[in-house]
């Protein structure tokens, strides 16, 4: 056997030998396999150097080659990925819940599930002629820094009122990165975080994967209770608090002025941060939303979250965080490390957006659709399912949140709403600890038109009947 042309030859002569042996067994010396198969050292270093590189075989200097514990699957094979329990020990993520239809939802449902408009609701021609404007600018493809375009930030910060200026603005990509940014930088793994009872279930995610542990602050007409509030905070040693004051998601509940100044105070007795999560401020159905906590703030204690994803579309991955001292650096310093900046061209789109006067436009009309909508959705379901507890009438977002009457789950009512060509969002998911009763989150603004709505809500009443007499009212 000749060194220049066995080195395949003996890679398959030791790949069948190695199928032989057990994980750990020693394969023959090179010595060894030079006298057994007439070869040069060259060609045997060649040939042990493949199988290692194709992960056959383990080399120990000194003491040997070993067969690999473990080995390559065969070409077909089933890929085995079970050692990557044993490689993510040590820290659990928890399993992020799907924001789109599954490719088992029947053909012609309707979507009272989800967190987004219905593309006929989405300003895309206004968002394709700002892409287009940006596209055009002479810096568009340069990079952007560090905080966000200048004028963005100045937008944003116009935006929130108050004293607040474009020194207090980071731009970010959307609400929920920037959630996940602001739990790994305000509070410790393992310690606490204050939340509203319900709340939003990626703000429960992004805190749990952050290490945090979120403790429910229970809610009434009114919204988050300060006197349990401080409760909370002195029970749990929490620094952080974070909620939805205006149209709270799933409840819909607008903080009242009263508690609006008094959780801010509760938080910053407690020295404590609060995450003002301002996702719908322009989801309001005619009204004006109430003034952010962080316009009357002057100490830092809140950081203000906004977005342009929910009125605009879910791939405007533009948001803004607003803080000041030392947690603002901090977030700074998280920017250059996970991303250094923000896709330029997406934040001129948004300025451009911002600048039009057609945007103002496209939000009086889509506070005008989503008020017909809620009232038209409010109204079937009185008629069709009278039992089903509507907790509020909201003047904003895009949900209705109601309790399921006793003897009914939340699962049996999915599927059976699934069965019936209707997609809704169950409602355990939004609480951070037990649920009082069984809720179900329904939206409006995700289905194709309002006539869709009347016909959903028919469905959720021949859904019920199938699990009872009097389920349906």
């Not at 000749?2 to 042996?21: F, N, P």
């Not at 977005?307 to 803080?323: C, D, E, N, Y």
């Amino acid at each position: 056997m000749y060194d220049g042309s066995s080195i395949e030859t003996l890679v398959a002569i030791l790949r069948t030998e190695i199928d032989r042996l057990s994980p750990g067994d020693r394969l023959p010396s090179s010595r060894d396999l030079i006298a057994r198969h007439g070869v040069g050292p060259v060609t045997v270093s060649r040939a042990i150097a493949l199988l290692a590189a194709e992960g056959s075989v383990v080399t120990r200097p000194g003491s040997g080659t070993y067969v690999a514990t473990r080995r390559p699957q065969p070409a077909g094979g089933e890929p085995d990925t079970s050692w990557q329990a044993v490689a993510l020990a040590g820290r659990q993520v928890p399993p992020g819940q799907p924001d789109e239809p599954s490719s088992r939802v029947p053909a012609g449902t309707i979507a009272l599930a989800g967190g987004y408009l219905h593309e006929s609701l989405q300003p895309t021609r206004l968002l394709g002629g700002a892409l287009a404007r940006a596209a055009r600018r002479p810096d568009a493809w340069h990079r952007a820094p560090a905080a966000g375009l200048s004028t963005l930030r100045t937008i944003f910060a116009r935006q929130a009122g108050g004293d607040v200026g474009p020194e207090d603005v980071l731009v970010t990509g959307g609400g929920q990165g920037a959630l996940s940014m602001l739990f790994r930088a305000v509070a410790a793994p393992g310690s606490a975080v204050l939340v509203e009872s319900p709340t939003y279930p990626g703000a429960l995610a992004a805190a749990r994967s952050a290490g945090l542990h979120p403790v429910p602050v229970p809610m009434d007409d009114e919204g988050l209770r300060p006197d349990l509030l401080a409760d909370a905070f002195a029970m749990t040693g929490a620094r952080l608090l974070y909620c939805q004051p205006t149209f709270h998601n799933p409840t819909g509940t607008v903080l009242s002025p009263e508690r609006r100044r008094q959780i801010v105070d509760v938080a910053r007795a407690a020295g404590a941060f609060l995450i003002e999560d301002d996702f719908a401020r322009h989801l309001g159905h005619g009204r004006p939303a109430p003034r952010p906590l962080v316009a009357d703030d002057r100490d830092g204690t809140v950081i203000h979250l906004g977005s342009l994803t929910k009125p605009a579309s879910p791939s405007l991955r533009i948001g803004a965080v607003i803080a000041r001292g030392p947690v603002m650096r901090r977030l700074l310093g998280m920017r250059r490390v996970d991303d250094f900046f923000i896709a330029r061209p997406l934040q001129e789109a948004a300025v451009e957006l911002l600048s039009t006067p057609a945007w103002d436009r496209h939000l009086r009309t889509l506070a005008a659709a989503l008020q017909h909508r809620c009232t038209v959705l409010a109204a079937a379901l009185a008629r069709e399912v009278p039992d089903w507890t509507l907790l509020r009438v909201p003047e904003g977002g895009l949900h209705l949140w109601l309790r399921l009457p006793p003897g009914l789950t939340e699962a049996s009512v999915a599927d059976a709403a699934t069965a019936h060509r209707v997609a809704v969002d169950p409602g355990h998911r939004y609480f951070p600890a037990e649920p009082p009763a069984p809720h179900l989150r329904l939206a409006f603004a995700a289905a194709a038109e309002p006539a869709e709505l009347t016909e959903a809500a028919t469905r959720l009443a021949a859904a019920a009947r199938t699990l009872g007499p009097t389920a349906g009212g």
